[in-house]
């Protein structure tokens, strides 16, 4: 079977970044499908393209796959006109690719919503099957968030995300949250599966270097978090953490915060600003690096702003990564992670807006360090056991293929 696959976003192993989409491609290529990946560019991540762009955009195999790379660099750094604007151009560009290219099957994965509409011609004007995986619930999250008030803006991501999900012969979503948020859409639930994101616990292996960065003693307990520093993730609670860390003099518990992103500025200048010299920044590292990391930390951090639609609407690549490692997870929200840390006693639940109890967690965890390594040992558990990259690709790829039929 030839799919026709978009992700905007797509990355590599070899680069920083959620690597869900290769996997899944790559399950295709195992089984014997031929998948060509339409895709943008990614400052932090790669394509594994390395030739000069022509016309636009560059092609070639990577791990078996035809990566078609758009010349459209994204950058979460970038202003809100900026992105909609590289959102909406590799949408456009994207319509042509699906009324041009000879595939027996289309599949479009958010972020952005604007990830449906190639779907959406190939289904109506080329009567493809279509399946669409929705990562998060748009606009629902930048509406609460309050990224996004102008109500005719809101009008037309609703009538998009309406067609997008009645155009799709099938729907992916990523945790219980967005499964209810398309049925809730008057779609039926037969035509929706919900495939969370996966460990790759074929990275996450013992045989990683371990190591830490500069600013870092062995002796310190070390708690990361890696991933994006924009307002959806919430980082002022970490640094309200650190701060009343140090009032209490626990100069030995120490927040490294992984990543880039439109407001990491703020929070390194908030953090020299208060003196808090327990938080050290650092570049985005590819996933090999992260292994390595990950094998010498002692905490890794979920945090999300606190918006109700976080509770049960995402499922955050890290947390994967956490429990992939064997490290046990700090979480700050309520809902179906924080239920599932306390139900799998591998790690801390606490509330959100909470410096006191967050501070909290970690003093005990230091105090504890022996339960770290039990909750750790429940962590990989749960991983192996229900989210092995491996075991969800091969549920996933039966799920989608099955639309052809």
């Known amino acids: 079977m030839r799919v026709l696959y978009f992700h905007q976003h797509f990355v590599t192993p070899k680069g920083a970044g959620a690597i869900r989409s290769y996997a899944m491609a790559r399950k295709l290529v195992e089984r014997g499908h031929s998948v060509t990946m339409v895709c943008g560019s990614n ?81 109506w004007l080329r009567r493809k099957p ?6 998060d619930l748009w606009p629902e999250l930048p509406r609460e968030m309050g990224v996004i008030n102008n109500p ?75 991933g994006t520093h924009g307002i959806a993730n919430g980082l002022d609670a970490v640094l309200d953490a650190a701060g009343e860390l140090k009032k209490r003099g626990r100069d030995d518990i120490k927040f490294l915060l992984i990543g880039s992103g439109k407001l990491k500025p703020a929070l390194m200048a908030k953090a020299e600003r208060n003196g808090l010299d327990n938080v050290v920044f650092h570049d985005p590292v590819k996933k090999s690096e992260l292994a390595g990391l990950m094998r010498a930390t002692d905490i890794g951090m979920q945090i999300l702003a606190n918006v109700p639609a976080f509770y049960y609407g995402t499922s955050p690549n890290k947390f994967f990564d956490y429990i992939a490692a064997g490290v046990p997870v700090l979480n700050n929200y309520p809902g179906w992670l924080a239920e599932m840390i306390e139900q799998e006693q591998c790690g801390y639940a606490v509330p959100p807006a909470d410096p006191v109890a967050f501070a909290d967690a970690l003093e005990q965890a230091a105090a504890q360090r022996d339960q770290l390594l039990v909750m750790g040992k429940r962590a990989k558990a749960l991983a192996e056991r229900e989210f092995d990259r491996d075991k969800m690709a091969n549920e996933w790829l039966d799920w989608v293929t099955g639309a052809v039929q």
Not at 70 to 75: F, G, I, Q, T, V
């Open 43 to 123: 400052t932090t991540g790669t394509t594994g393209l390395e030739g000069e762009f022509t016309g636009g955009k560059r092609r070639g195999l990577v791990g078996g796959i035809d990566v078609i790379e758009l010349d459209l660099a994204y950058s979460n750094n970038d202003g809100f006109m900026k992105r909609v604007w590289t959102f909406l151009s590799f949408a456009f560009r994207s319509i042509w690719i699906a009324l041009t290219e000879k595939y027996d099957l289309v599949f479009a994965t958010t972020t952005p919503l604007t990830a449906g509409i190639p779907g959406i011609f190939a289904r």
């Open 130 to 135: 279509f399946v669409f995986e929705v990562r």
């Open 152 to 226: 005719v803006v809101l009008w037309v991501m609703e009538g998009l995300e309406w067609s997008s999900y009645r155009s799709a012969h099938r729907l992916v979503g990523l945790s219980p949250g967005i499964v209810e948020g398309i049925t809730k859409r008057n779609v039926p639930s037969e035509r929706v599966a919900m495939v969370p994101n996966g460990c790759d616990l074929d990275i996450f292996t013992d045989s990683a270097k371990p190591w830490r960065p500069h600013g870092i003693a062995d002796t310190d307990l070390m708690a990361i978090f890696a």
